[in-house]
């Protein structure tokens, strides 16, 4: 009985917030909700889960996609998703970004979270900031828990029909730690099947500098994306 009360007494509340909503406020829920669109959702299959150069699914195969959602006034947020392959491990990355166009650039900045289903101890956070300009971009991470710095300078062209996208990165960790110097070069494609867009590819990670070692081999990515 005792639970039922507190059931109905809930129900109540909720009843009598959304009663309680103004016509000025539904109006303004309905112009935010109106000014947000879905920003595409896909899914693909990766011969290895691959993060900044360096492998992270000890070279099983990986299924990964996303979705997200972003307003007009240049606010976004995403899910992402990575299996990692050993030990039932899925990494979920949610992003919240503010991203503007000044004309000759743009720009953007935001926070990530890193969880790990099954692996609660690898959980990090990150903040960021970013430029971009028709010649590529420049994007600036600072890792909140190991206090790292990571530097992504990625640009790309079209040739033939293909996209060919390079990016160096160059990590600072703390003191005591080796640099990590990772330049990626990734060859793609779209396939327009009605509303789908099959997208093949493959990138190559090449280490450079102190972080090239036979414990972290240079890393070749093969995959197979759907957006819809």
Same mark, same amino acid.
């Given at each position: 009985?005792?639970q ?7 129900m109540?509340?909720i009843?009598?917030g $959304?009663? /309680?909503?103004?016509?000025a406020? /539904?109006?303004d829920?309905?112009s935010?909700?109106?000014?947000? &669109?879905?920003t595409?959702?896909?899914?693909? $299959? ?5 993060w900044r150069?360096q ?5 099983a195969?990986?299924v990964?996609?996303?979705v997200g959602?972003?307003?007009?006034s240049?606010?976004?947020a995403?899910?992402w998703?990575?299996? $990692?392959?050993?030990?039932n491990?899925?990494e ?5 970004d503010y ?10 900045a935001?926070?990530i979270l890193?969880?790990?289903h099954?692996?609660?101890a ?10 971009n ?10 890792d909140t828990?190991?206090?790292?710095i990571w ?13 060919? &996208?390079?990016?160096?990165?160059y990590? /600072?960790?703390?003191v005591?730690?080796? &640099?990590?110097?990772n ?15 099959l997208?093949?590819s493959f ?11 036979l ?6 990515? $093969? ?6």
């Open positions: 009985m005792l039922r009360m507190k059931n109905i007494t809930a109540s509340a009843a009598v $959304l009663w /309680a909503i103004t016509p406020q /539904a109006a829920m309905e935010i909700l109106s000014d947000t &669109e879905m595409g959702s896909n899914i693909g $299959l990766y011969s290895q889960y691959v150069g492998r992270q699914s000890a070279g195969m990986s990964q996609g996303d959602m972003a307003h007009d240049g606010v976004s995403n899910v998703f990575a299996t $990692l392959g050993t030990g491990v899925t979920f990355d949610f992003t919240l991203s503007a166009d000044l004309g000759f650039m743009g720009y953007s935001g926070v890193y969880r790990y099954n692996s609660g690898s959980n990090a956070s990150e903040v960021y900031v970013g430029a300009h028709e010649l590529g971009s420049a994007t600036l991470y600072y828990n190991s206090k790292n530097l992504d300078l990625s640009s790309g062209i079209e040739l033939a029909e293909f996209a060919v &996208e390079g990016t160096l990165s990590s /600072a960790p703390d005591g730690k080796s &640099e990590f110097v330049l990626a070069v990734g060859i793609s494609q779209d396939i327009e099947l009605d509303d789908v867009v997208t093949p990138t190559y990670n090449y280490h450079m500098g102190a972080f090239d070692t414990a972290t081999p240079d890393a070749l990515l $093969l995959s197979v994306n759907m957006a819809y």
